[in-house]
């Protein structure tokens, strides 16, 4: 199984995971997606290591980050990437592309913007395309980076004004990608409603809409692409393409690069006739459930209490709901009815769990993911791992003696068997994982911070 995941904070919104899931099954692909929230791109390094990950996708606010850090590693870093100065995908293990074994660090956002070139504005155009640019951050710089290439391939023009709340901002931007096939001038956000018809193609880049673009009348061959999936515009004449368009095909191309496959021609098509919005749609079909999962030691009981305790959810811990349900300890359960019937024990707590109303937060048994049932119901709800290492688990259990399955001689031994543990289990916490938490040096409280600031939306308030 491939492992991959998106990062950044936050980043529990993500529908690459939704995407990637998708496309894995559409092209015959086993792969796994998580999102990781963490607070540097380098600490996303780390933890993409611990996790053998192979392919990361990033977004705001490290994509700029990210590309500095690449480039400082001496990694394969591409041109859309250097052009733009971001990097949105790092294929950890690549083989074919630049030829090296090192990390292959790009820009699929740029990869993208050309396609949508290719396929809206071909490639017989001798005026000048008349562009709209709305926005000077980086969705913009990508746009731009897209048309360089994209001119200097086959010789298209783009007359651009880059329209921002800012102009200094949007300068910036002009004296970096003027050039051969791109001018570049700027203007006041408040004058595209009065210049709109004088486009033949919009971008865009901004991430609040205002009022002004919530409903637009274009001119009859007038092309307006969304970099916004949050609310679509309302658009009469023209084609509009919208921003669900833009993430599905810059994750198709991440796709591409992640795996070395060919993708079907037909696949394009489908995306551009926007028959795979559904795919978006479904992300808050879960129930209002947060399981926290991950190894003995992660911190799943603690925060789990402390993260109710500031929610209006009820907290349940199903080791205790199982020692309630069979007037046993854990560790009496392992002892005398064995692993294989405390994981059946899991399951039916599970079921309980799902079957009651309201918001819950649940701290799982670390080894809840090994019976694919037990796995199959944690989607039902949105799944936290929280990480730590081996070390940091066994540091933090010393001198606790009531997990069965960790009976040692000392920490080190802890740590032997907790490595164990992790390696069997690993790839089946990263399959049901919804967001990925690293714990190491930060206190539980703080966890609970970021994860309130996460799962708002979804789940709490
Ligand atoms: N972020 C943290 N930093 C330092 N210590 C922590 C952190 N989170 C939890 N701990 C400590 O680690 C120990 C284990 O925590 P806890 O019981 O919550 O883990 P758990 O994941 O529920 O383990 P199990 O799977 O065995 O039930 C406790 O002593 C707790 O105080
Ligand atoms: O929301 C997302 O998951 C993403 C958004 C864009 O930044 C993309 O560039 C990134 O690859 C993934
Ligand atoms: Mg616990």
Redesign the pocket.
């Known amino acids: 199984m491939l492992k991959f995941a998106v990062v950044g904070s936050p980043i529990y919104h993500s529908k690459s995971p939704l995407i990637f899931a998708k496309f894995g099954s559409r092209l015959g692909v086993s792969c796994s997606y998580t999102r990781l929230r963490v607070s540097s791109f380098e600490e996303a390094l780390e933890l993409s290591e611990h996790l053998r990950i192979d392919g990361i996708n990033i977004t705001a606010p490290f994509k700029e980050d990210a590309f500095r850090v690449c480039k400082a590693r001496g990694w394969g870093v591409s041109e859309t990437a250097l052009l733009s100065g971001a990097v949105n995908t790092v294929a950890f293990r690549r083989s074919t592309e630049m030829g090296c074994a090192n990390p292959f660090c790009t820009n699929t956002d740029v990869l993208a913007i050309e396609k949508f070139l290719r396929r809206y504005i071909g490639t017989g155009s001798s005026e000048c395309v008349k562009t709209a640019l709305l926005g000077a951050g980086g969705a913009a710089r990508a746009v731009l980076a897209a048309m360089t290439l994209y001119g200097q391939d086959t010789g298209t023009k783009f007359d651009v004004t880059v329209f921002n709340r800012t102009v200094g901002k949007a300068s910036l931007l002009a004296k970096k990608f003027a050039g051969d096939h791109v001018t570049v001038s700027t203007a006041k956000l408040e004058e595209f409603p009065t210049r709109l018809e004088t486009f033949e193609l919009i971008l865009n880049c901004l991430s609040v809409r205002p009022e002004e673009l919530r409903k637009l009348e274009l001119g009859k061959n007038a092309v307006f692409i969304d970099a916004n999936y949050r609310e679509r515009v309302e658009v009469t004449g023209g084609v509009y393409v919208p921003g669900e368009t833009w993430l599905l095909a810059q994750g198709l191309e991440a796709f591409r690069i992640f795996t070395e496959k060919d993708i079907d021609p037909n696949i394009w098509d489908e995306i551009f006739d926007n028959s795979w919005e559904h795919v978006l749609k479904n992300s808050r079909s879960k129930k209002p459930v947060v399981f926290l999962i991950?190894l003995?030691?992660?911190?799943?009981?603690?925060?789990g209490r402390l993260l109710a305790a500031v929610t209006d959810a009820e907290h349940v811990d199903t080791?205790v709901l199982i020692e309630e349900r069979t007037g046993m300890s854990v560790s009496e359960i392992f002892e005398k009815l064995t692993e294989t019937r405390f994981r059946e024990l899991e399951t039916v707590v599970l079921s309980d769990v799902l079957r009651k109303d309201g918001a819950q937060i649940v701290?799982t048994?670390?080894g809840i993911v090994l019976k694919a049932e037990n796995r199959q119901q944690l989607t039902e709800g949105h799944v936290i791992w929280?990480w730590a290492g081996p070390d940091e688990c066994a540091s933090?259990?010393a001198g606790t003696t009531d997990?069965p399955l960790l009976k040692a001689d000392g920490v080190e031994e802890t740590v032997c068997k907790l490595k164990v543990m992790l390696n069997e289990r690993l790839d089946l916490y990263f399959s049901v994982a919804d967001l990925v938490v690293p714990?190491e040096g930060?206190?539980?409280e703080e966890?609970v911070q970021i994860l309130s600031e996460e799962l708002e939306t979804y789940v709490i308030g």
Do not use: A, N
């Open positions: 991950g003995s030691g992660t911190g799943k009981t603690t925060v080791d701290s048994g670390g929280l933090r259990l997990r714990t930060r206190t539980p966890i």
